[in-house]
DNA sequence: TAGATTGTTAATCGATTAACAATC
DNA sequence: TAGATTGTTAATCGATTAACAATC
């Protein structure tokens, strides 16, 4: 990633895009995949929003926050879109993270394909524990925590993965702004917020993402509730 | 968990709870069990809003949709409170949930204490892989695929953890559902979508999570730029 | 009682969907 | 040209915020 300007895309017509748009990003990007691996040239909206449970309207709508990829009476050229969501993901960018906290999230997300994937290039692991310091995970060297500050010096990281104890995420956090990471992939479940919009934060929160799960199993929809009834009555 | 029967509750004017609504609700509970920790026994609209960076009205507005937890010129019990939303949330309903997929991130879930903490019980591991079968990972069997019918007619379960390829997402799900599982918390990166609304997904895509922290890090804010146009002038 | 804070209604804001003119 | 499908505007829907009366 170009790390001494900021300039982006050249003629996008780039006006104010949700976070609802931004997310469904990704979204698009996968299911182009498979139509290009399925040997697709060309897919119209509403042949896309079956297969993604959307609708057409939205498609075109969120498309067109970053011009007009398509072309009237004829869709959209698979790969050229494909290009274009690319780009706007930074695919190919060649942005480089470090993780931080090489227990097992941290080494099973390092050993997975996601990062490759995506183009994200994973330069270093670091954690506090001397017994995993120099070992290799998934072809990246474990650090010590101390190492952190002049590693980041001379290599540069766009974004951080935490996945260290939620009690050092602040604290951890902060070490790593100063050092210049401006974005952070927070696994530790301790949120962290910031005024600063240049600093931006994913959080991934698997508990919460687990609770609500539970919910939605002890509190059935009004619909199925009165099927579920019926069966009772069956019987 | 109860599965002979979907009565909740008891008294809760339960109407229409929107999704929006239901993603708050493990965050309520996370705030309140550090209000809790800290010895807070009643805690306002207002103090819970800044601690959580919403709004004072939203809290209210979401409290309000299960019934009047709080009291006027007080604020909320805060154990009342937490208790209320554990219920909702069916934290001591003894949720039991098996995981397919014994790999790296099956076997870094299973160790974690994430869900003992919110009272689900994880009662098997299911996996292909023979060198697997037969060990025991945080305290639970890794068993064959074969098994898996058998186990669940023996030991019913509420929802299944999906950390297999994404490949056999499909095949497997459908699998469970003839099982008698009624709910997916699906890592597998291959959406599940069912019309029947009594199956319930959590998706967690980490794949589209890390796209779209790459966006906001490619894509600064306009203030953002505007900021670092400045740096770059002063220089 | 006076002060505080909820519960709840009304106003605002934003996101989704529908409709259709533009155009390939 | 006729048919198809986008790009884009307008209508709808839902979620958030503001306001304030109820009440502890």
Redesign the pocket.
């Known amino acids: 990633m170009n790390h001494s300007k900021n300039e982006i895309g050249a003629e996008e017509n780039r006006t104010y895009v ?4 931004i997310r469904r990003l990704p979204r698009y990007f996968r299911y182009l995949r498979i139509l290009m691996r399925e040997g697709k040239m060309r ?4 042949e896309l929003a079956d297969m993604m449970h ?5 498609i ?2 969120d ?2 926050c970053f011009g ?9 050229n698979v790969s050229y879109l494909y290009a274009k969501i690319c780009e706007l993901l930074g695919v190919g960018a060649g942005i480089r993270a470090i993780i931080v906290g090489a227990g097992d999230l941290g080494r099973a997300l390092v050993r997975s394909s996601m990062f490759a994937k995506r183009g994200v290039d994973i330069t270093a692991l670091f954690d506090v524990n001397p017994a995993l310091i120099g070992r290799t995970v998934g072809g990246v060297m474990i650090r010590s925590m101390e190492e952190l500050e002049p590693f980041c010096r001379e290599n540069p990281a766009d974004m951080a993965v935490l996945t260290l104890p939620k009690d050092q995420a602040e604290p951890v956090a902060d070490r790593l702004l100063a050092a210049g990471i401006r974005g952070f992939w927070n696994f530790t479940g301790k949120e962290l917020h910031y005024d600063d919009d240049e600093i931006v934060v994913e959080e991934i929160h698997l508990g919460d993402s687990l609770m609500s799960l539970n919910y939605r199993l002890c509190h059935p929809s009004k619909d199925a509730e009165k099927r579920q009834a019926e069966i009772g009555s069956d019987t």
Request: hydrophobic share 25%; charged share 10%.
């Open positions: 949700s976070e609802a748009v897919v119209s909206s509403g959307i609708t057409a309207s939205q075109r709508q498309l067109n007009g990829f398509g072309q009237q009476g004829y869709g959209y």
